[in-house]
């Protein structure tokens, strides 16, 4: 049987002597989206942490394509953080941060990695006319699609948005969401996403997996877990979030 | 760092921005007629110096906020919403330039922000109790550290009182702010984004705390989000802002049905 994308097994890791993750396993397919939910301070960001590499796990493996990857950063997994501003490095330009991954990782000439920039600007719902500005003179949901463009900009197999949304308006976060489908039907990039907004959750991700104190408390298709979730937890996240649907 | 901006003795005099602010003073605020809203921008624009050429912002935006009432500012990102939070409270840096008037009268009392980013907006190096501390004696407030935290809903733990803000969540970051802001009863808090990256269950209840503020200590705000949900949840008045300009103004029904 062909290995998944991503592996994750018995993941455990204490800060300060606190268990964040007790024992976490899951598999995500080539192509495939998955959804974290929790509540704040649940785990979901040090999974993030720990695949992307940032992070050793204390016990239990991470496996890329079946290679072991616990501890160790690689351009094929690209994290994007939930707090643009602190992200981006506020000296480079747009088209400058957009392309770094390229020229960490090498690719094309110079002229090749600018039009790459600005294809993947336009492509992010950005102007490209705005290239020279710097990170720090964007808004916040344009340092967002920023962000998106330059993990794009490195097609990497794996994607995790860690509240990637969360400034995002719903006319430019359609507009994002279709980009990165887009890199998941040429690429086949799994994406691993991280979010509050259980709408967005539900309608895109294959399969969700409800986070608490560090465990999975529950996992399955985004609809039966929207519809019919069985633990507290799952249901008082997603009444909260429907208390917070328009009453119209 | 001071997050709180006297309209009565500050001049707007940061930067070179040659903004008009049309203020009352304290005394003639006794006895001000009522009916006059609390905070009332009129025809505002706003350009930006990008390389020696001024790029339009925002573009006659008129909108008010009501004593006592929570307003809800609407709109997609990179709309405004921020410039003219910031307009608002004369924190644009040099590079904008800003004509109309902003008129904000507290009767004595000021005005209060809470930025986007609650790990850029707090200093990293102070403990919590520390710079809630700090807020206090800037001001004079007469209010305790714990008393203040518990108004933002948050139990004055040790643990609480002695974490450095990036060991707090991002919920507990954002009533940390909040605690710092309300803490010498502004008239007027212009929160920008406060539910960004907060999981529903902690939305719903910041959005119940500002409604409880509102109630308890008559406090105005002003609330930017892109989120129709929860403005439609705690707004009183939601003003739709689209490309620099005000687009629709009315109640949270009215307005935020059309997404």
């Known amino acids: 049987m062909a290995e998944p994308l991503l592996r994750v097994r018995d993941a455990y890791k204490r800060f300060d002597g606190r268990e964040v993750l007790r024992g976490i396993s899951f598999d995500l397919e080539c192509g495939a989206v998955a959804a974290l939910v929790g509540i704040s301070g649940s785990g979901k960001s040090t999974v993030a942490r720990c695949i992307a590499g940032f992070e050793s796990l204390d016990s239990g493996e991470i496996l890329l394509n079946g290679s072991r990857i616990a501890g160790r950063v690689t351009p094929a997994i690209q994290l994007i953080l939930q707090q643009p501003a602190a992200a981006l490095n506020p000296r480079f330009t747009a088209e400058e941060i957009v392309a770094e991954p390229l020229v960490i990782q090498k690719r094309g000439t110079a002229r090749w990695r600018r039009e790459r920039s600005h294809e993947m600007m336009q492509r992010a719902g950005l102007n490209p006319a705005d290239s020279r500005k710097r990170a720090l003179e964007f808004s916040g949901g344009e340092r967002q699609r920023l962000a998106i463009a330059r993990a794009l900009a490195a097609e990497p197999k794996l994607l995790i948005l860690d509240e990637s949304f969360s400034g995002l308006d719903s006319g430019v976060l359609s507009r994002t969401l279709a980009l990165i489908d887009e890199s998941r039907r040429e690429h086949g990039t799994g994406c691993l996403i991280i979010s509050h907004d259980l709408a967005t959750v539900s309608q895109w991700a294959a399969e969700v997996l409800v986070l608490d104190g560090g465990e999975i408390v529950e996992r399955g298709p985004a609809a039966q877990i929207a519809a019919a979730g069985r633990h507290p937890r799952t249901r008082e996240l997603w009444e909260a979030s429907a208390s917070l649907a328009l009453p119209l | ?259």
């Open chain 2, 1 to 259: 760092m001071r997050r709180e901006f006297d309209f009565f003795t500050d001049s707007h005099g940061r930067g070179s921005a040659p903004l008009r602010v049309k203020m009352r003073s304290r005394a003639y605020n006794v006895g001000m007629p009522s009916g006059e809203p609390l905070l009332s921008v009129q025809n505002l624009c706003v350009d930006v110096d990008v390389d020696g050429r001024f790029r339009p912002v925002l573009h006659d935006v008129c909108c008010t906020v009501d004593e006592g009432q929570i307003a809800g500012l609407f709109g997609d990102s990179g709309c405004g919403k921020t410039t003219l939070a910031l307009a608002i409270a004369g924190l644009l840096s040099p590079q904008y330039r800003v004509r109309g008037s902003v008129r904000f009268q507290g009767g004595g009392r000021r005005l209060a922000f809470i930025f986007q980013d609650p790990l850029l907006a707090l200093n990293p190096v102070l403990r919590v109790g520390d710079q809630v501390a700090e807020v206090i004696r800037a001001h004079s407030a007469g209010d305790s550290v714990p008393d203040l935290l518990r108004l933002a809903g948050l139990p004055p733990t040790p643990r609480l009182l002695r974490a450095y803000p990036h060991q707090l969540s991002g919920g507990e970051r954002q009533r940390v702010l909040l605690a710092q802001a309300i803490a010498a009863r502004p008239a007027l808090v212009i929160a920008d984004e406060p539910f960004t990256a907060l999981d529903p269950i902690r939305v719903v209840e910041l959005a119940d705390l500002f409604l409880s503020l509102k109630r308890e200590l008559g406090l105005s705000m002003l609330v930017i989000s892109h989120s129709a949900g929860v403005l439609a949840r705690m707004a009183d008045r939601v003003f739709a802002m689209q490309a620099g300009q005000i687009v629709e103004s009315g109640s949270a029904r009215e307005v935020l049905r059309h997404g």
